[in-house]
């Protein structure tokens, strides 16, 4: 069974400048997130997706970050502009979610530099 | 989610058994105990899980105590590449997809 895909693995910007995130989530898996994880931290929610609904993004900066899940499968999280602070592991998981104790699944990150 | 607290780092030699320790002294009665690790440069992946019984799968051992207000993540012979860090997380019994809340977690040292 594939994993949760995820790209670009690695990126490099100037603040102020733009980038964008895409996830590929395990197929049938009907719940989607987006983590955040500063060096030394455990990683932090940002968005949820269920399907193509969001379930709770409280904790997404909405000034500067959005996410989409057009048809219920991939997503994409964007950052614009950029700050120097936005520099993280962007981590997508998913999960069929239908049972307590269900398994989350974690994709490898992409690792956002901002100059 | 109810908070838990782990050492911030441990040392195990190669070949040893290596015992994690977990405190959740607010854990409610219907709150399952989640370990998760993140071995480097990688995403977090599942360890194991368990309710009140003690559990056990190819990965490790899950000892819960008797009022559940501790755990103990056991790995009967550490590797090298058990060196990651130890995530233990509390989920209600109809978390179904909620999202996991971590802490910093326990960092597993193993030494050749």
């Known amino acids: 069974e594939a994993g949760v895909a995820q790209s670009p693995r690695y990126k490099i910007i100037e603040k102020r400048q733009s980038v964008a995130f895409w996830c590929n989530p395990i197929s049938g898996h009907a719940t989607l997130y987006w983590y955040q994880q500063i060096l030394g931290q455990g990683p932090k929610l940002l968005i949820q997706f269920q399907n193509n609904g969001v379930v709770d993004d409280s904790q997404l900066p909405k000034d500067r970050f959005s996410a989409e899940r057009l048809k219920g499968v991939d997503s994409t999280l964007k950052i614009q502009p950029a700050k120097l602070e936005d520099s993280a592991v962007y981590l997508c998981?998913?999960?069929?979610?239908?049972?307590?104790?269900?398994?989350?699944?974690f994709g490898e990150g992409s690792w956002l530099t901002v100059v | 989610d109810a908070k838990t607290t782990q050492p911030n780092s441990m040392e195990s030699n190669e070949e040893e058994p290596v015992h994690l320790p977990c405190n959740h002294s607010t854990i409610s009665g219907t709150d399952y105990i989640h370990w998760y690790r993140q071995l480097p440069s990688q995403g977090p992946e599942y360890v194991i899980h368990?309710?009140?019984s003690n559990v056990n799968n190819r990965m490790a051992s899950l000892a819960i105590a008797e009022d559940r207000k501790s755990s103990t993540l056991i790995l009967h012979r550490a590797t090298l590449r058990d060196a990651a860090v130890y995530y233990c997380i509390l989920r209600g019994w109809n978390s179904g997809n909620t999202p996991l809340v971590f802490g910093k977690g326990t960092r597993l040292s193993v030494i050749a």
């Open positions: 368990g309710l009140t």
């Open positions: 998981a998913s999960s069929a979610g239908r049972t307590s104790g269900n398994t989350i699944y």
